[in-house]
């Protein structure tokens, strides 16, 4: 398959097809869970690794030059396309029933993201972003992303999987601080607050502790929606980190500010 945008993104659809029956057929099913993480629950099911599993066999039968970063497993080659893929998630919400986990599909090239694509099977909801591009397909009719126009803290609403998953105590104090200046906080979003953001739903999602593939299909959706994505420290999202996805530049830098400071005081 010639490598071209093009070809990319009706692969990124092929290959999230695929992942949408698998994880489907397991959704609000009986399944064996194990945590990956001794410590803390980070759990991991059938449907995850199956996924994982059909998504590099099939990019490495099309694209065999093509190195590939996944959550449940990788693939290294010396390439300058690199494809990210989180099969599922928000793996919690999963295997309770909720219906928030997606798959996460992102494509870089010379580590620059190129294509991002984030499935929602069990709302039948596939977000897209390349070149230019940002648009949402439901019941196969594609609508054009475009986020909010808020650019003030205190007229914002603002999701978060959930601060207790934060990388550390300071980072969950410091969004604790920034929720009392927000208009309204909702918790447990998963991948699904970036895709409401886009769609000009809600106008913040912040957090910390993320891998690149909780976060990298998000940025061509996001910015090609008119919204901003980058960590805290202000730099671009390719390795995770601690993330700001904002409505626009105006409100992330508000946001930043408010965070940097010791005390902030409400405007």
Known sequence: MKENIHNFVKFAN????????????YFKKKLKIKSKDKKNFDPV??????????????????????????EEASIENISEYQW?????????????????WGTLI????????????ADIPALNERYVGYSKFSYKIKNSIKTKLKVKKTDKIKES??????PYVFANKKDQKTFEKL???????????????YCLLADGHIDLVIESGL????????????????????????NKILHGGRIIAATNDKLYKKVLNKMNKKNPVKK
């Open 14 to 25: 092929f290959i999230a097809d695929d992942a949408r029956k698998i994880s489907l057929s």
């Open 45 to 70: 099911t059938i449907a995850d690794i199956k996924i994982q599993r059909k998504i590099n066999e099939t990019i490495k039968k099309y694209f065999p030059k093509h190195s590939i970063l996944g």
């Open 84 to 100: 990210c893929i989180d099969p599922i998630d928000g793996t919690k919400s999963f295997i309770q029933g909720f219906p928030i």
């Open 106 to 117: 992102s494509l870089s090239r010379k580590e620059e993201i190129i294509l991002g694509l």
């Open 157 to 162: 609403i603002l999701n978060t999987t959930s």
């Open 179 to 193: 929720a009392k200046e927000v208009k309204t906080v909702r918790l447990g979003g998963d991948c699904y607050s």
């Open 211 to 234: 891998k690149p593939w909780d976060i990298r299909a998000m940025e061509p959706i996001i910015k090609n929606a008119g919204g901003a994505l980058k960590t805290w420290e202000g």
